[in-house]
């Protein structure tokens, strides 16, 4: 090979080759490193969004979420362990990662639907609308979920925004019911207002989120001429001057104090 090249010349090019061999496997050592520093990266986003998934599922444990919304996502929880075994054999637990969900899997196939309660305390409540709000804006944001149709998506967060709205209705207009039923009108009004408030503000709407918030204003205007609320008709006492104007004044209570700007 070196025949043709002068002899003082062969040191030269040995070392010449062997620069080149160092570089070549420096390059190929760093692009194997880029490649392991992205698949960990990945790994990570793939446990952190499978313990997002966890935690609101958490949260709305008991919370009448329907069946097969939680099959779904138990499914999707399951799935994403596995393609995170199949990216990475040695992330640690993993196996028992997989187990854990198949096992949750299992439970939640084999019961029946939660029956809807109405939350006996201000905390269990705000537990459950985090757990909701998280999964709609989990569900609203994800491309795609294992077996799960795009349909389907829209339509589940649809009806996980009717048991958030239900839910939220149904506590306050109890607290502002018992209020009522003590002449605390101003308080009892406070309640009715946070239902409409939330209502208007958090969303995916629907026609049962719209009636609750109808509901919520005819509940308002009956406090206006201190009724306690119910289905029945408004009290025509003093209602022109005293209510008619109650969903108008409620929108302006909403804007922001500007006094002090």
Do not use: C
Request: glycine share 4%.
């Amino acid at each position: 090979m070196f025949g043709a090249i002068p002899e003082q010349y062969h040191l030269f090019l040995g070392i010449g080759a062997l620069v080149f061999l160092m570089l070549f496997v420096a390059s190929a050592a760093q692009k194997y490193q880029a490649y392991q520093y992205e698949k960990e990266m990945t790994i990570r986003r793939m446990l952190r969004a499978v313990h997002d998934i966890e935690d609101f599922m958490a949260k709305v444990d008991g919370a009448a979420i329907p069946k097969k919304i939680q099959v779904l996502l138990h499914k999707e929880i399951f799935a994403r362990y596995v393609a995170i075994r199949h990216i990475q054999k040695k992330v640690e637990n993993i196996d028992s990662m997989i187990s854990r969900a198949q096992q949750s899997l299992q439970t939640v196939e084999s019961r029946g639907e939660t029956p809807y309660s109405i939350p006996n305390n201000r905390q269990l409540l705000d537990q459950y609308v985090v757990g909701m709000t998280n999964m709609i804006t989990y569900l609203h944001n994800e491309r795609s979920v294992t077996g799960m149709t795009a349909t389907e998506k829209n339509q589940f967060q649809l009806d996980i925004s009717n048991i958030r709205g239900q839910m939220v209705s149904d506590f306050n207009v109890n607290e502002a019911k018992a209020l009522a039923e003590q002449g605390l009108w101003n308080e009892a009004g406070k309640y009715i207002r946070s239902v409409m408030g939330f209502l208007q503000s958090h969303g995916p709407t629907s026609d049962k989120v719209n009636k609750l918030y109808h509901q919520a204003n005819h509940y308002y205007k009956q406090i206006m001429v201190k009724q306690v609320p119910s289905d029945e008709p408004l009290k025509p006492k003093n209602f022109n001057s005293e209510a008619s104007s109650t969903e108008e004044s409620f929108k302006e209570s909403l804007k922001p104090d500007m006094s002090s700007a």
